[in-house]
């Protein structure tokens, strides 16, 4: 069964630190990669999806990477700002077919100002 | 504009009543999800649907129930038959089960009292 892990649990960092969430996932046979974010007590926001045949994604300031045979996804933020304070999760699709995402717990990010 | 709402955001129930979380999206989406959120679980799929009409049992069924009448529509009743409902509910859509991006709702906080 897909279990997908996220390190660390919380973390904080100073505003205009470069940063990096990382996700792993035991199954290597997936369809796509995604992170989102969700800000307390709100819904999730998508923020990357990378295919099974693709290494990077780039949006603004966020890169996230993707290395399927070893199970690794990192998430990077360049120049951290007080606004990317949240909880960011990752999630991986199964390549078994109309099987629905399967989600870390996330990583609680706390830029400080 | 398109998205998806649940209604209401704050639910309040007494212990033995059932209770029904709307779900809404204008997206044109075929898969719809439900999830439970617990603090320091992340989320829990408890069904979905990737068509009218048809849905299956996610890892948490037991103590609810769903219904896919209508495409754009797929409440969750909470029954009493769930020993602890109170729980922060998302849901989510996407064009196919698992190869699209996830859009998610705003989310219902259920309270039992």
């Known amino acids: 069964k897909q279990e997908v892990t996220q390190i660390p649990a919380a973390l904080s960092v100073p505003e205009g630190e470069n940063l990096v969430l990382n996700c792993s996932f035991t199954d290597s046979a997936i369809y796509n990669l995604q992170w989102f974010r969700q800000d307390p007590g709100k819904g999730l926001t998508s923020l990357l999806l990378?295919?099974?045949?693709?290494r990077e994604q780039t949006s603004g300031r966020l890169n996230a990477s993707l290395d399927k045979s070893s199970g690794r996804s990192t998430l990077y933020i360049a120049a951290s700002q007080p606004g990317d304070s949240a909880t960011y999760l990752c999630?991986?699709?199964?390549?078994?077919?109309?099987?629905?995402?399967?989600f870390g717990k996330g990583t609680r990010l706390s830029v400080i100002a | 504009d398109g998205g998806i709402t649940q209604s209401p955001k704050y639910l309040f129930r007494k212990e033995g009543q059932n209770v029904t979380l709307s779900c809404e999206q204008n997206l044109n989406h075929d898969a719809m999800y439900w999830y439970r959120q617990d603090p320091g679980q992340g989320l829990r799929l408890i069904y979905y649907?990737?068509?009218?009409?048809?849905?299956q049992k996610g890892d948490i069924a037991e103590g609810y129930s769903v219904s896919r009448e209508k495409k754009e529509s797929f409440p969750l009743t909470v029954t009493s038959a769930q020993k602890n409902p109170t729980a922060f509910y998302l849901c989510?859509?996407?064009?196919?089960?698992?190869?699209?991006?996830?859009?998610f709702g705003p989310g219902t906080r259920l309270t039992v009292l």
């Open positions: 999630a991986v699709s199964p390549n078994s077919g109309n099987t629905p995402l399967v």
């Open positions: 990378i295919q099974s045949s693709q």
């Open positions: 649907s990737q068509i009218v009409n048809d849905f």
């Open positions: 989510a859509s996407s064009i196919r089960i698992s190869t699209d991006t996830q859009y």
